[in-house]
């Protein structure tokens, strides 16, 4: 069920969007090699994953990235996530890219969702404050942990108060950035060793749904049939894993995703 736009309107969205040769044909190519580096060590240790969001939309509907998309979103299984980070922590898996967590980059406050980084580039954010401080700002690669059966209304309220505690006092100008980051290590150790800890006595472990990890801030939820098992399709000329039901894990997340958005969206 992998569906492709017509070639001819896909080259003149690619001699319009993303030539070869500009800066984003550049960073999507790059992308491309943490993508594949990333299946390697998961394919080597027996860790899953799959394309998520934009790119796993790009994948179905453009057998690789959105012409004028930007950056690259993968998912995993908690348990696997962990073990993954594990594994970047005690082994030298590369000297071009490093997963970054809070335990290699001390204003890195994310909790469990952590990012693949390319050490040979930078994804300039001047506007956004959050990646002001960061150790390591190349281009990236968001894994997303999925837990199955959050409840819905304690994700709320996490989401919630992460997004509270990070807008308040790293990204609000009014603040001194330094003081800023100061609140948020705060805030988000109560969230870790209280709020979350609590929350996760109410999670459904049989559930038939995966979510996304307290405080990544999505609502998304997926049915673990649509998901497993994985399967490998074309990106960008390499097999990558996917939903085994990529046309309903995409509905529930754009709808009609076949269609190709107007000009100005």
Known sequence: NVSMIDT??????HEKYNPEGSVLRHAQLRMTEMLVFLDKVCTKYHLRYWLDSGTLLGACRHGGFIPWDDDTDVCMPIE???????????????????????????????????VLRDLKSE???????????????????????????????LMKIANHYQWRFTNQCVLNDRIPYKMGMKFAKIFRKLETTFLIPVFRIFDKKTSDFYSYSYGCGFLYKHSVKSTFPLKKIPFEGNQLSVPNDTDTYLKEIYGDWEKLPSEEK
């Open 8 to 13: 001819k309107l896909q080259q003149q969205l």
């Open 123 to 153: 994804y300039v954010q001047d506007g956004y404050r959050f990646h002001r401080g960061l150790k390591y700002k190349g281009l990236q690669i968001d894994v997303f942990p999925m837990e199955r059966g959050i409840h819905p209304f």
């Open 80 to 114: 696997d996530l962990r073990k993954l980070r594990k594994i970047f922590a005690t082994e030298h898996l590369s000297d071009e890219f490093i997963l970054q967590t809070p335990d290699n980059d001390k204003n890195y406050l994310r909790i469990e969702w952590c």
